[in-house]
């Protein structure tokens, strides 16, 4: 089965640059890494996606690796309200939300 | 104001009973998903549907169905064939058919609890 691998969980300081790691080693050249979070309780909420360059938006930047084999998320600055859970998905793991990354920020 | 909506935000359910989940979207969008949360774990798809009158099996449809009869309405089924109903339910949409490059939109979700 296709699979994405995150680590369980990551911890940052307020205010300092995280950077959140995925493998998707069985991705195909039309499958776009889509990168989503989510708080308790809450619907996961869209961050933002690529298909082959870096891309940036107002929450965060995705630098994806020339193969396309991995990418990363990177919120430049953390703050408490980032913390949340975060998924790396897409078509090559048939959209499936594993266990994600949680994100700890500490004050 | 566009978006998903869901419910109830609660439900509860008795032993042998089916019950209906609703979700609703005004984004106009073709396409639209149930998931399935179990406390601490990841989200699992339960049923798409690419188009009206059209949806498809996700990983874990057993003890579920769906019907999509209109665009905008896509309700979830939870059978008595379902044991194990207890979860967290959440209902995406897309703008276009495809699951590989389409942004999914989450409504907040329903919690079903067995009495």
């Known amino acids: 089965d296709a699979k994405t691998t995150q680590p369980n969980s990551m911890e940052s300081n307020e205010e300092e640059p995280v950077h959140l790691p995925c493998n998707h080693s069985t991705i195909s050249g039309t499958d776009y890494i889509h990168w989503y979070r989510q708080l308790p309780s809450q619907g996961p909420e869209y961050v933002i996606h690529?298909?082959?360059s870096n891309v940036n938006n107002r929450m965060a930047s995705l630098a994806i690796a020339e193969d396309r084999k991995s990418s990363t998320l990177i919120l430049h600055r953390a703050t408490l309200r980032d913390a949340a859970v975060y998924y790396c998905i897409g078509n090559f793991n048939k959209f499936y939300f594993g266990s994600g990354t949680k994100l700890n920020v500490k004050p | 104001d566009g978006g998903i909506t869901q419910s109830p935000k609660y439900l509860f359910r008795k032993e042998g009973q089916n019950v209906t989940l609703s979700c609703e979207q005004n984004?106009?969008?073709?396409?639209m998903y149930w998931y399935r949360q179990d406390p601490g774990q990841g989200l699992r798809l339960i049923y798409y549907?690419?188009?009206?009158?059209?949806?498809q099996k996700g990983d874990i449809a057993e003890g579920y169905s769906v019907s999509r009869e209109k665009k905008e309405s896509f309700p979830l089924t939870v059978t008595s064939a379902q044991k194990n109903p207890t979860a967290f339910y959440l209902c995406?949409?897309?703008?276009?058919?495809?699951?590989?490059?389409?942004?999914?939109?989450f409504g907040p979700g329903t919690r079903l609890l067995v009495l």
């Open positions: 549907s690419q188009i009206v009158n059209d949806f």
């Open positions: 690529g298909l082959t």
């Open positions: 984004l106009n969008h073709d396409a």
């Open positions: 995406a949409s897309s703008i276009a058919p495809g699951l590989h490059q389409e942004t999914q939109y």
